[in-house]
């Protein structure tokens, strides 16, 4: 590999190398600023998917389900959805403490979204059971998954997290 530009080794020829060290000063008031946008964004995402559990939910009120009744399945769904909010917890915290260590706001973001399908996937499964079994558990599953999207509530000290040294360096 040669570290020259025009093939004489002189040291005038030399590539010269952009410093990576280079401090960049970020005004606090352009760095709150993009913290705000951010979470604003996550929250956007968040009130969208409470909404699209409260369509889910009016669907299953609204619509009868005309399958026969079955435990077993109903069981299944059950704890599939009980599987999927638990695994929606676990996930973004870990998801979250990768993304604070590495300072990637991608990560961060990546860690809320996953939560949230994994919460909705949880109401689509109480919808399946519905529609399935034509039984009144699926309340539960809805239940499960508008505590799970609670839980998931974004919150703007973890954006501060990861954004801190980000706008430092």
């Known amino acids: 590999m040669q570290i020259c530009t025009n093939g004489s080794c002189w040291k005038r020829n030399w590539r010269q190398y952009k410093s990576v060290t280079s401090m960049q ?14 979470y604003q964004t996550m929250l956007i995402l968040w009130i969208a998917m409470m909404v ?8 299953a009120v609204f619509v009868p389900g005309s ?15 009980l599987v999927c909010v638990i695994a929606s917890m676990l996930i973004k915290h870990h998801r979250l403490k990768q993304a604070i260590e590495r300072q990637k706001i991608e990560l ?4 809320y979204i996953i939560g949230f399908a994994l919460c909705e996937v949880t109401a689509l499964f109480g919808l399946m059971d519905h529609f399935i079994t034509g039984s009144r558990n699926y309340r539960f599953a809805f239940a499960m998954a ?10 703007k000290e973890h954006v501060r997290a990861v954004s801190s040294r980000q706008s430092e360096t």
């Open 25 to 38: 000063f970020v005004n606090p008031q352009e760095a709150e600023a993009r913290v705000a946008a951010r």
């Open 52 to 59: 699209s559990l409260g369509f889910f939910l009016a669907l």
């Open 67 to 81: 399958g026969a009744a079955d435990r077993t399945i109903s069981s299944i769904l059950f704890s599939i959805s």
């Open 108 to 111: 961060l973001l990546n860690a």
């Open 146 to 155: 508008v505590i799970g999207m609670l839980l998931h509530f974004p919150k």
